[in-house]
């Protein structure tokens, strides 16, 4: 897989209580940690830190910016993919039915993860409210922090579990006044559901948690993919992993497997890493976000370079008077020479209507004489032609009689006036592009027939 090109990564986790900054220097496409550091929430992120700058035109630098989990909806999709390109289109048709809100009031994205089906891929739907984005991009403005990218730090902790992942796995999280818990069922390598439950720090929290978890279980048994309890896998620390584990112990009436979570620094790495080898699709950021940010760098870089091409700008207006007046001096000779030639050019243009007009009569007298000419020269001898109409040197009608019982002579003059040729030369294209068939009505005592039909003139041959 190609590597993304960029040379510095800043990673920003703007959690409430506090915000950790990562900065990362890429070396030989591995990522190198070249500063970290806390802000409270009342200091400013200092601008030398993060603001882009010339170097950067060159050296490329990328801010990503960690989306807090609060707020987002998750969901998984199983989608056969011959080609992985093929995939923004799939989801993209999925949304309506997977998005709680319209699509016009979200942003989504989505992670691809693999299956033993090599044709089949689980992708997790990540969807987020587009004023909670506008609102939180704008709070990351307000501290200086343009980000490029906007990323969910527990879709790339979800992407480093084991491959063997079967079972259910619950990564807990506290955030503010609310327990967060992401709950991924895996079964037979395939990512089958996954939530991210939201409950209250207020006591009862766990029998909320159990009901959920057993809501997914009975949900799971009736479409089919779990078939028996689940092994529960806790990936928590410390103090939460003693307050979940007795929790899902007594929901699943069996062991639970703790196994120690992600550092939020090791998070970053990972992010920067699979970045670099792009690896990670997953980017909350709205396009027209991206489009202001791009913008609003070139536009530093101008202004913070404006005095130092004050001089230039001043020596550029010198020249371009100069310049100026050779080309008015070279612009009023143009216009005198104009002014001078402009009756012969008027004289010109009035000859080449009237032989345009000359041209148009000859070609239309061409074509009715090539039309009276096939008329006559087809025209069986039992048939009478008693009317010749030319319209506008575009349709001919032919009207006539003829006995009642030759009206097969009249089929037989249609279809040969369809396939009559330019000067009657086999070679030549056909005179007609198109001959309508003929209709025909008995005359008086049933004896006679009056006939007509029209014929479309082919106008590309006969000019």
Same mark, same amino acid.
């Given at each position: 897989?190609?590597?993304?090109?960029?040379?510095?990564?800043?990673?920003?986790?703007?959690?409430?209580?506090?915000?950790?900054?990562?900065?990362?220097?890429?070396?030989?496409?591995?990522?190198?940690?070249?500063?970290?550091?806390?802000?409270?929430?009342?200091?400013?992120?200092?601008?030398?830190?993060?603001?882009?700058?010339?170097?950067?035109?060159?050296?490329?630098?990328?801010?990503?910016?960690?989306?807090?989990?609060?707020?987002?909806?998750?969901?998984?999709?199983?989608?056969?993919?011959?080609?992985?390109?093929?995939?923004?289109?799939?989801?993209?048709?999925?949304?309506?039915?997977?998005?709680?809100?319209?699509?016009?009031?979200?942003?989504?994205?989505?992670?691809?993860?693999?299956?033993?089906?090599?044709?089949?891929?689980?992708?997790?739907?990540?969807?987020?409210?587009?004023?909670?984005?506008?609102?939180?991009?704008?709070?990351?403005?307000?501290?200086?922090?343009?980000?490029?990218?906007?990323?969910?730090?527990?879709?790339?902790?979800?992407?480093?579990?084991?491959?063997?992942?079967?079972?259910?796995?619950?990564?807990?999280?506290?955030?503010?006044? /609310?327990?967060?818990?992401?709950?991924?069922?895996?079964?037979?390598?395939?990512?089958?559901?996954?939530?991210?439950?939201?409950?209250?720090?207020?006591?009862?929290?766990?029998?909320?948690?159990?009901?959920?978890?057993?809501?997914?279980?009975?949900?799971?048994?009736?479409?089919?993919?779990?078939?028996?309890?689940?092994?529960?896998?806790?990936?928590?620390?410390?103090?939460?992993?003693?307050?979940?584990?007795?929790?899902?112990?007594?929901?699943?009436?069996?062991?639970?497997?703790?196994?120690?979570?992600?550092?939020?620094?090791?998070?970053?790495?990972?992010?920067?890493?699979?970045?670099?080898?792009?690896?990670?699709?997953?980017?909350?950021?709205?396009?027209?976000?991206?489009?202001?940010?791009?913008?609003?760098?070139?536009?530093?870089?101008?202004?913070?370079?404006?005095?130092?091409?004050?001089?230039?700008?001043?020596?550029?207006?010198?020249?371009?008077?100069?310049?100026?007046?050779?080309?008015?001096?070279?612009?009023?000779?143009?216009?005198?020479?104009?002014?001078?030639?402009?009756?012969?050019?008027?004289?010109?243009?009035?000859?080449?209507?009237?032989?345009?007009?000359?041209?148009?009569?000859?070609?239309?007298?061409?074509?009715?004489?090539?039309?009276?000419?096939?008329?006559?020269?087809?025209?069986?001898?039992?048939?009478?032609?008693?009317?010749? /109409?030319?319209?506008?040197?575009?349709?001919?009608?032919?009207?006539?009689?003829?006995?009642?019982?030759?009206?097969?002579?009249?089929?037989?003059?249609?279809?040969?006036?369809?396939?009559?040729?330019?000067?009657?030369?086999?070679?030549?294209?056909?005179?007609?592009?198109?001959?309508?068939?003929?209709?025909?009505?008995?005359?008086?005592?049933?004896?006679?027939?009056?006939?007509?039909?029209?014929?479309?003139?082919?106008?590309?041959?006969?000019?």
């Amino acid at each position: 897989m190609k590597s993304a090109r960029f040379h510095i990564c800043d990673v920003l986790q703007a959690e409430t209580e506090q915000r950790h900054y990562w900065r990362f220097s890429l070396a030989d496409g591995a990522p190198a940690l070249a500063a970290e550091k806390s802000f409270p929430p009342n200091e400013l992120i200092p601008p030398g830190w993060v603001a882009k700058k010339w170097n950067n035109l060159w050296q490329r630098k990328i801010n990503v910016a960690w989306l807090p989990p609060s707020q987002v909806f998750l969901r998984v999709i199983q989608l056969p993919v011959e080609n992985e390109a093929e995939l923004p289109g799939m989801v993209e048709l999925q949304l309506e039915k997977l998005s709680p809100l319209p699509p016009a009031q979200i942003v989504w994205s989505f992670e691809s993860l693999p299956t033993p089906d090599s044709k089949v891929r689980s992708v997790v739907v990540v969807i987020v409210a587009r004023t909670v984005v506008e609102q939180f991009l704008g709070q990351l403005e307000q501290w200086g922090y343009l980000a490029d990218r906007l990323e969910l730090p527990l879709i790339h902790e979800l992407k480093s579990l084991p491959a063997d992942a079967d079972g259910l796995w619950l990564i807990p999280q506290t955030s503010g006044a /609310s327990k967060l818990c992401l709950v991924a069922w895996w079964t037979k390598g395939v990512l089958q559901n996954l939530n991210l439950l939201s409950v209250s720090t207020s006591a009862g929290w766990s029998e909320v948690i159990c009901q959920q978890l057993t809501e997914v279980a009975w949900a799971g048994e009736m479409e089919g993919w779990l078939t028996q309890v689940p092994r529960c896998q806790l990936v928590a620390d410390g103090p939460v992993a003693a307050e979940w584990e007795p929790v899902l112990r007594e929901w699943s009436g069996a062991p639970v497997v703790v196994r120690p979570s992600a550092l939020a620094g090791d998070l970053a790495a990972l992010s920067v890493t699979r970045l670099a080898q792009n690896q990670s699709r997953l980017n909350l950021l709205p396009g027209e976000y991206a489009a202001r940010y791009r913008q609003q760098f070139i536009d530093r870089l101008w202004m913070g370079s404006l005095g130092a091409l004050v001089v230039v700008y001043l020596l550029g207006v010198a020249v371009y008077f100069a310049a100026l007046q050779v080309v008015k001096f070279r612009k009023s000779l143009v216009e005198a020479q104009i002014t001078k030639l402009d009756p012969e050019y008027s004289r010109v243009r009035q000859l080449r209507a009237r032989v345009q007009v000359l041209q148009e009569q000859k070609n239309l007298r061409f074509a009715a004489l090539e039309c009276w000419k096939a008329s006559c020269i087809l025209l069986p001898t039992d048939l009478i032609l008693t009317d010749f /109409s030319l319209q506008q040197g575009k349709r001919l009608t032919l009207h006539g009689t003829a006995p009642a019982a030759n009206v097969n002579q009249v089929l037989s003059y249609n279809d040969a006036m369809g396939k009559y040729r330019v000067g009657g030369d086999s070679n030549a294209p056909t005179l007609f592009k198109a001959v309508d068939p003929y209709s025909s009505r008995s005359g008086v005592g049933g004896q006679t027939i009056t006939w007509d039909f029209s014929c479309e003139i082919n106008r590309s041959e006969v000019e």
